[in-house]
Structures are given as C-alpha cells and as structure tokens.
C-alpha cells in the first residue's frame, strides 16, 4: 500500500506580511545607517581650524623695532603653537582634517637693524586641544605622547637677515633656520614665515612641515580613527611686544 506523499505547508507569511517584514529590515539598515552617520558627525567629523595669518592690526605712531621682544604671556594676544594632520576613519572613506592648538607659549627674539637674531619658542603641548577631547587625551599617550615628551622648542642656530629695515604696517616674508624638538628629537629645520610689525607688536606666522617619523613619533590610532598621516605640519601665530 502506498502512502500519501505529504503536501507542502503553504507559507505562513502572505505577501502583505513579507512586505512588511522587508519594510520593518529596510527601517532597521535605514536606522542602523542613520547611526552611523550620527556617531561619524558627533564623534568622528572634526572643525578644522583656520589656517593662521598675518593680522592687520592698527599701526601706531612711535616706537623702534630695534631691542628684545617677548611673546605676550600665555598667549594674551593669540599666540599659539598647533598642528593640522589628517585622519581617515572607516577605511579611508572618510577623511578628516584635525587641528589642535595651545597657548601656552614663550619666547623672545631680538631685532637689530636688519638683524633678527636669539629667537626661542617653547610650547607646552600638554595643553593642546582640538575639538574633540578623545583626540587630545590619546595625545598624552600617543602619537606625542605629551605626558612624556610635553615641550617643544625651537632656537634660532643663525642671524634672520631682512630684505630692508623694517616698515610699520608692512608684511614681509622670511625664514628662518633652527632646532626644532619635538618628542624628545631635535632636527635642524628651516621655517618659512611672514612678520608684520605695527609699532607695539611684531607679529609672525608660519607653517613647517613635520614628518613624523624623522622625530620618532608613532601616528596615533584609536577605535574611532583608523590612520593618521606619517605628515602634517607645525602652526604659529605668534605676537611678540618690548
């Protein structure tokens, strides 16, 4: 005797419910994208500072550019010393320009004629900070590793010799070689700049591009942030009065 063959159960599911269970997973992927999104614009995306320049400030009558200058305490003008590097995240599909800054800075430089010379900057790198606190905590570990290596300096090894004497109100642009360290390693560099002087300020900005590697520093990584270049450049904006 043979035994009936058994009949396949129809789907539960009819196509309305199949239609809204592909809905409730397409609401899920939309959420779950949506997410996503929020956690790079939150936590990941970054601000970037402006890149630093001259500032037309007032001229004043009086006053010689001749004598000793000194960097406004704790950068009470806006002084600064900072980096811009940039990050990827996602596995290179998103790539963030970050900038971090500290005013905690001092130095002095002395203007003779056409000379500029005994420049020096030290910066506490312990006190940078970007727009995002995760980035400047990794830095004391990381990267900088400013809890070990939380100064960096730069002293002049030769005279800055100007074009012409100095004009009030006038920007002229210059370099000028010196030591740089950082993490604890010092290189010879040359630093482009451009100076203005007003009458009570000289002020000086200029970028200098840093390799990494060349003072020993690892690029920081973190679970957010998958790389950050081997490169990226020193900022200064700096506002030095007798």
Do not use: C
């Amino acid at each position: 005797m043979r035994m009936p063959l058994p009949t396949p159960h129809p789907s539960t599911a009819g196509p309305s419910q199949r239609g809204a269970i592909a809905t409730k997973l397409l609401g899920v992927i939309v959420i779950l994208g949506a997410l996503g999104f929020a956690g790079y614009w939150f936590f990941i995306r970054s601000d970037s500072a402006a890149k630093p320049k001259i500032e037309n400030t007032k001229v004043s009558a009086g006053g010689a550019v001749d004598g000793t200058w000194k960097l406004t305490p704790n950068g009470a003008k806006g002084s600064f010393v900072g980096y811009r590097v940039h990050e990827q995240f996602a596995d290179g599909l998103v790539d963030n320009e970050a900038t971090g800054r500290t005013h905690d800075v001092s130095g002095a430089m002395t203007v003779k004629g056409t000379q500029v010379t005994d420049v020096s900057i030290t910066a506490n790198l312990a006190t940078l900070k970007s727009d995002k606190d995760f980035r400047d905590q990794r830095l004391h570990s990381s990267g900088l590793e400013t809890d070990k290596f939380p100064t960096a300096t730069f002293v002049s090894t030769a005279p800055l010799t100007l074009p012409s004497a100095p004009k009030k109100g006038a920007t002229v642009k210059l370099s000028v070689t010196g030591d740089l360290t950082l993490h604890g390693v010092t290189k010879s560099v040359t630093a482009p700049l451009e100076g203005r002087w007003d009458g009570n300020t000289i002020q000086v900005v200029g970028e200098v591009p840093i390799t990494m590697s060349d003072f020993s520093i690892s690029p920081p990584t973190s679970p957010l942030i998958a790389e950050v270049d081997d490169h990226g450049t020193l900022e200064m904006q700096l506002f030095f009065t007798k």
